[in-house]
Structure formats: structure tokens, C-alpha cells
């Protein structure tokens, strides 16, 4: 037999929990992580002072107060390996956020301070990136199908979403498509960034929530389609949710988007040693 060195295990080991003599039984698998979708995105705003009471210190509303967006995505996913592309029920999965325009340091940013998805990995995967995705169904309109059942991305092309919660209806989004753009939606197209919770259980939380950002390569958009867009909020979840609907509707889009998240980095608070 071998002799242990230090860079052996020695017990149930993995990426996350759960842990297992050999480490492939955590349900998540370490990062890179690829992500390939579809997106339903409305542009809109919101009451500054509501989005204002969303950003943790270290944050600011930034040039443009207000500013928001709902998404509707549709992704496929795999590690490096690729393996779990053989699987569409582990690769597949859909998700609604809410995006606020913010500004960290001097530098535009976007903050979810929602997010459901519909399945268990890409939630626990979002609380390790400080995302705080929820588990509910997400529905969203299929492109690319023939047929005048199929929502062709061409003038006229009609693209929806919904979100429901514990069975109620949440929010509901469409957008009708006008022209072809080149340049990407502004909330789409800034880093994000998370708060990173860890719950008190067996020791007193230490202070504040440290802020993250996401590493981010390999970004691709597909064609970038704008229109015409709905947005209804439902009376479903409590009055902070309900503090973020629209007080006005600015355009949709359509896309296909890619991109890998890398890992992560912890962002000091500005003028604080966090970090340091």
C-alpha cells in the first residue's frame, strides 16, 4: 500500500456536500461551469428608494436609479468533462431573476435580489455564488420550431414567460419582436454581484455578508432581437417582492446567450479592510 502524502484524503471528501470516500458523490462538481440558453428579457424600472433598500453596503443605484430588468432563461449545462450532456434531466433547466442596475467602486453592476429555478443543482450552485435562487416552475416560450406554432425570431415573433411560486402565479412577461439589434441589454451585459450568506447554526455569524463576483469567460450572443413587452407582477409573495414591480415598461429582448463562470472573487467594501 502507498503512503498517504498530505494531498490525499483521508476521509469522505467532495466539492460539496454530500461527501463520499472518492468524492464523486457531491452534488455539485467543482467549476468551470459552461452555460448555454435562451433568454426572455424586459427591460424596466423600479422605485429607486425600493431598489435602494435591496443594495448592501458597498453599493450604490449608480448612474441610472431605478433601472431593472426580469429574465426568463432556458440553459443547458455541463463541467469541462462534458458528461452531463448525456443527461438532459441533470443539464436542463430553466430560471427567473430580477436584475437592479448598481454601482460598485465606480463601476456598473447588476444585483439579483431575486431568483427562482426549477431545479435542485442550479439552486444550491447559485447559494454558493451568493445567488439567492429559490426553487419554483419557470416557463418560457420555445424558439426555433417551424410552424406557425413555432416563435420564429423575426418581426412579429411573440415570446413569453411566466413564474410561479407554491402553485400561484407570480410574474408573467412577453415581448413582440420589432428589429434585429446589435447591441446587447445593459443589465445583461455588466458583472454581477452577490451577497455570500452563510447561515448561523453551530457558531455566531461574523460579521456582515461578504460581497462576490462571478469570473466570467467564453461570452457569446447569438442574434439579438428587441420589441414590443409586457411585464405583470402578481399580488403572490410578500410587500418587499411586491416593492420591485414595474412603475414603468421599457423594451424586451430576445437572445441566445453563453458564457463559463470561471469562480469567484470577494469584492472589499469600499473605504472598509474587508478583504484586505
Given amino acids: 500500500m502507498l503512503p498517504l502524502t498530505q494531498n490525499t484524503p483521508t476521509g469522505p471528501h467532495g466539492y460539496s456536500l454530500p461527501l463520499s470516500p472518492s468524492g464523486t458523490s457531491s452534488m455539485l462538481t467543482p467549476p468551470p461551469w459552461h452555460f448555454s440558453g435562451d433568454v426572455v428579457m424586459v427591460d424596466y424600472r423600479v422605485d429607486p428608494d425600493a431598489a435602494a433598500r435591496f443594495l448592501p453596503p458597498g453599493l450604490s443605484l449608480g448612474a441610472d436609479p431605478g433601472a431593472a430588468a426580469a429574465i426568463f432563461a432556458t440553459w443547458q449545462w455541463c463541467s469541462d468533462s462534458g458528461e452531463e450532456l448525456t443527461d438532459p434531466s441533470r443539464s436542463q433547466f430553466s430560471e427567473f431573476l ?3 442596475g448598481c454601482d460598485y467602486d465606480g463601476n456598473a453592476m447588476a444585483r439579483a435580489p431575486y431568483a427562482w429555478v426549477d431545479q435542485p443543482v442550479p439552486m444550491v450552485r447559485g447559494w454558493v455564488q451568493g ?4 426553487f419554483g416552475a419557470v416557463h418560457q416560450t420555445i424558439s426555433g420550431l417551424p410552424g406557425r406554432a413555432g416563435s420564429a425570431k423575426a418581426p412579429g415573433g411573440l415570446f413569453a414567460g411566466n413564474l410561479s411560486v407554491h402553485g400561484r402565479r407570480v410574474v408573467e412577461a412577453s415581448v413582440t419582436l420589432t428589429e434585429r439589434v446589435q447591441q446587447p441589454p445593459h443589465l445583461h451585459d455588466v458583472p454581477l454581484v452577490h451577497s455570500l450568506v452563510t447561515p448561523e447554526w453551530a457558531a455566531p455569524a461574523t460579521g456582515p455578508a461578504p460581497l462576490t463576483a462571478s469570473e466570467v469567460g467564453d461570452v457569446e450572443f447569438g442574434e439579438i432581437w428587441t420589441g414590443e413587452a409586457r411585464l405583470d407582477f402578481f399580488d403572490a409573495l410578500d410587500a418587499d417582492f411586491a416593492s420591485l414591480a414595474p412603475v414603468e415598461i421599457g423594451a424586451g ?22 478583504g484586505a
Avoid: C, D, N
Avoid at 131 to 134: I, L, V, Y
Avoid at 263 to 269: A, E, F, M, S, T
Fill in 98 to 100: 430580477i436584475l437592479l
Fill in 131 to 134: 445567488m439567492p435562487k429559490q
Fill in 253 to 274: 429582448h430576445v437572445f441566445s446567450y453563453a458564457e463559463t463562470l470561471k469562480g469567484g472573487r470577494i469584492l472589499p467594501v469600499p473605504g472598509s479592510h474587508q
